[in-house]
């Protein structure tokens, strides 16, 4: 290749001055995209890519000392003032951010905001740059694109957003586009439509991508290049199969081994999943429907005629898109939301009809972990308060006991004790979340909600949780209701798997019936977009689905470049 | 993270940890800052704030010391009652160069009285208002709306109509019909506008229990079983500090502001009682005459309330350091 870089990072360093002292954000990085290519910058939380892409639009806060040199095209951005960086913006360099619906204005006309960025950079004004707009939904693949452009962003799915941020990007045509996890906000199988028009894009426009992201399967479907970064340096480099296939540094070579693979099953971060042995029920959920009212209009039904049910000592996952209802039902076994008619059965007795200190008691029997560590636990308790809190309001044990069964807890989830008097802020994701299951095994429940335990974890640190989290499940035998959007993750630790669209339930049975062998289109169209971390194998998933998609009588997406041309 | 502190402080052996996405928690030291003491530390990096917590607590002093308080003697020899001759005009005999403070530092008023006296009167009164307005207002103002926002409903509309009811009454109405009741009872005044000037910090604190009601930990703790009443106290409130905290130091300042008014109008505090509004009432057409009378109160109602306010601002920035990144 010897066409020219379009986007150049020269021993880019960038340093922060934080309350507490400097952070070295980016080490020395040496990097370069050219056109017609994807390169994909990628680490975990902290690695500093983030901060790479941003220096390419000058869009660092004041707080930050940069050195080195970030060229785009032939300008150097580090040199350049507030007015000739505006020209470049859009222009010569444009973003697709992660989550579509705070990256467009919830007021303005979709349209409106496509036509802003033709007219501040002279492309088109007034009519023609609305016919533009149209031009530019139309070729990003939005069905009805004059009646779109006239709605607001939240009249929008997520993947339509997503959409039209990228035709935001495309709208004055730059030469490299910078994508900051686009599709991490999104459904995996709408990050699979979204993957195939960002391919279709740098094959038809000949535009350089450089593509941030943690997760591994989109840069096996996307990068021809790969670079991976570790604490603001640039560990290894190179094409997509080298890297990915071959990993040379130890980092790499971690980072993939961390990444659950879908169909490898059980074992894959090295602990083993016991076997159910009994047929005693801790869960029953019959003909569950959950109800929301809606003011003026008849209520919407997010839970609707559900059954299903979770042996002792078994771990059952809850798959399903968002909005399939999967956290509704989690939340209801809470107790969290009334449940609309139906039975669940918590060991026997129906949750639904208790009242009071019978509820109460039985609230004990199920524990509870959430999504995000960092807002599930309350800032101002230190670790210990939080682990003992579950005793403290069911009146068990005295000071010493709490506290002794806080040090068993934290030894059970791998936490030094001296996390006793720290609190939240103190701790990063993974140990946080290691709290968080701490707390919900202080009582000893036969019955833990999970509810996307993992999804806001690094890779690295999800697989070591999920390690972690099966060997308890083995030592302390509760059972577990596992709810995650992720199959990878659920292949690797759930017995059974319950698939779930739009509140109904599509398909049930064990961990090898669902996931590897699928009967309900929905389940074989879920199971055909998750990404894997191996480019080839990627390749022939891709193709798999394109076939797929076809014989159901659905379109590809890509970049329709006639409605540019004109 | 700062830069290189886990390679240099402990030597790393395995590559596990080596390349680990995560800090270690230094198991060597218990010790650890809570959110309090980030706050605290924050709250005394502000310099305008802690030059305002000095001034405050000088005046504090000084005025609860000068002339004493109640039974307690003070160490000033004249008190606020006792006219005596007028000399000098009643001029200040405070000058700053050469030092000298003199028989009557702040001068005398018209019948005589030592004028450093009444306007230390003046600020006790003021002080004693405003800080009881500001507990009191506190109190309501944070139940009324940790309430309301926690268990919304049916609950929330009638308290929070009943608050929409206080705020179109106004104050200063309501101060003079009490005035009127109870005459110059300091006391009485201080805990009547308390009960009137709750009301804008019930709805600050109403809409963040919203948020915070929301919130997963908040979740978690009712998903244990945790009663509402716990989770209001240990979970929400706490959280709520900030905001709590903040708007308790603004309420100050502005009773301090109210008295002032209220006491200007004639309602408030009357003779041979004094209070800082009182005094500028009394000598507002002084000012060409005899401008003494009309600047000492009017310096120290200044004083006070800036003070009060540098220190809410510190405490905003401190409870909300993205606010002050630049």
Redesign the interface.
Known sequence: MTQEAVLQFKDLDVKFKTEFGRVHAVKGLNLEVRPGEVVALVGESGSGKSVTATTALGLLPKNAAIGGETVVGQHSITKLNGKQLRTIRGNHVAMVFQEPMTALNPVIRVGEQLTEAMEVHGVAFGREAWSRAVDLLKAVGIPNAERRAKQFPHELSGGMRQRVVIAMALSCDPEVIIADEPTTALDVTVQADILDLLRSLKDKLNTGILLITHNMGVVADMADRVAVMFKGEIVEHGTAEEVLLHPQHPYTKRLLDAVPHLGDGHGQFGSKVNPVTTDELALEVRNFVIEYKRQGKKPFRAVDDVSFDVRRGEIVGLVGESGSGKSTIGRALLGLIPAHSGEVRVLGQDLTKLRGQELKKLRRRIGVIFQDPAASLNPRLPIGDVIAEPMVVHKIGNAAERKARVHELLDAVRLPRSAYNRYPHELSGGQRQRVSIARALTLNPDLLVADEPTSALDVSVQASVLEMFTDLQTEFGFACLFISHDLAVIDSLAHRVVVMQYGKIVEKGTREEVLLDAKEEYTRRLLAAAPVPDPIEQAQRREERHRLLESLGDEVVELDTRELDQ | ????NTPQSQPVTD?ES??????V??????K?????QLVMR?FFRHKAAMGGLVILLFVIVISFTSIGFGPIPGWWDKDFMTPSTVQNGGAPTLKLWPFQIGEHPFGQDTIGKDYFALVMRGSQVSLFIAFTVGIIATIIGTTIGAVAGYYRGLTESLLMRTTDLFIIIPALVLAAVFGRTFGSNVPILAVMLGVISWTGLARLVRGEVLSLRE???V?????????SG?IIR??VL??A?GTIVVNATLLISSAILTETAISFLGFGVRPPDTSLGLLIQTYQNALTTRPWLFWWPGIFILTIALCVNFIGDGLRDAFD?RQT??
Request: hydrophobic share 25%.
């Open positions: 993270m700062t830069d290189n590559e080596q390349y680990s996405v995560e800090d928690i230094d198991q060597t030291t218990d650890s800052y809570s959110q309090g924050r919130r997963e930990f979740a978690a703790a009712r998903a244990i079983g945790t009663p716990t240990r979970h706490p959280n500090l350091p990144l630049d």
